[in-house]
């Protein structure tokens, strides 16, 4: 791979700080690094590779001058909007973490190992999907391939750094017997059904993201999907049920040699043992973690799955990081 010129919008955040850390693991040659925050982080230091970077204010002065070939934004979805373009004109290619782009007809949607065949070198922003819906998407297509995906309904268990920096200290805060400052309710001791305005049908805007973001990458327009999101007081990694209907019957000696198969996921099965997906295990890694694989009691056409994985990592900065690298190895001819 060719010495890249890195932007990070977001650098001082949970997801920015981890695109440095996969950065660095991953051994990506890096000729520039640009590292943005808000006026708040300005002139912050920060250390990458025993150098030293300083913070700089995100303002389109501070862009137009630099030459850049990848931004890796993790700022929000209002700094995403106003801020991308600025990236495309100065001929970057932005990977958004953020909802402002996924549901754009002319932005792809990208989990690489699912649907990376459709980028191409015209696309200079991309989305990287919601953090729950990542964790998903290799299970389900492999699945889908098989047996052919007629329904899903999705219960999750979402950690608190899926809130960034304000989520942590809110679990800190609330354990201490302190009000919450983010959260409508302390989420210490807690469960809340609640992640993001409450919309259409008294969906929540999280919940949405995963129906919607679902049927894009799967391309199955035509799939009827449900999600219910709900906030647990864990620091990290996102657990997820997931409950499918198929048009066929289900083999299950198949669904374990598929999902055994598939690249960048981990099956975990082993109820006798006690072994199953845990959010504890799977922080610090970029896998998904799949278990308790069980056929619908009363319809051979159902299938229920538990899945786990780090929101910070494959959930976010391992995956935008995955796209980038997907386009340099299979469409930089250089
Ligand atoms: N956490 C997750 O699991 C996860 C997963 C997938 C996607 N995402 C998405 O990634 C984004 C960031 O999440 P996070 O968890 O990293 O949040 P975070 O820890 O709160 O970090 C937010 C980052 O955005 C920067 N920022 C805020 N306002 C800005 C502005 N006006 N201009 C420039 N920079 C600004 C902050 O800089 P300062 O330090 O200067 O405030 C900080 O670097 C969000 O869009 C989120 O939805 C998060």
Known sequence: MRKLNIAIVGATGLVGSTFLKILKERKIKINNLYLYAS???????????????????????????????????????????????????????????????????SVPLIVPEVNGKILTTENKIIANPNCSTIQCMQPLKVLNDLFKLKRVDYSTYQAVSGSGIKGISDLKLTRENKKPKFYPYPIVDNCLPHIGDFVDGNYTK?????????????????????????????????????DMEFKKPVDLNKVYNALNMAEEVIVLDDVKHNVYPLASLATGNDEVFVGRIRLDKFDRKKLHMFTVADNIRKGAATNAVEILEYIENNLVTD
């Open 39 to 105: 006026e708040k982080s300005e002139n912050k230091i920060i250390n990458f590779k025993n150098k030293e970077y300083k913070v700089l204010r995100l303002s389109p002065e501070n862009i137009i001058d630099k030459q850049i070939d990848y931004a890796l934004f993790s700022a929000g979805e209002k700094v995403s909007k106003e801020y991308a373009q600025f990236f495309v004109k100065i001929n970057a290619t932005v990977i958004d973490n953020s909802s402002a782009f996924r549901m754009d007809d």
């Open 206 to 242: 999280e919940e949405v993201k995963m129906i919607n973001e679902t049927k894009k990458i799967l391309g199955l327009k035509n799939l009827q999907a449900s999600a219910t999101c709900v906030r647990v007081p864990i620091i990290n990694s996102h657990s997820v049920e997931i």
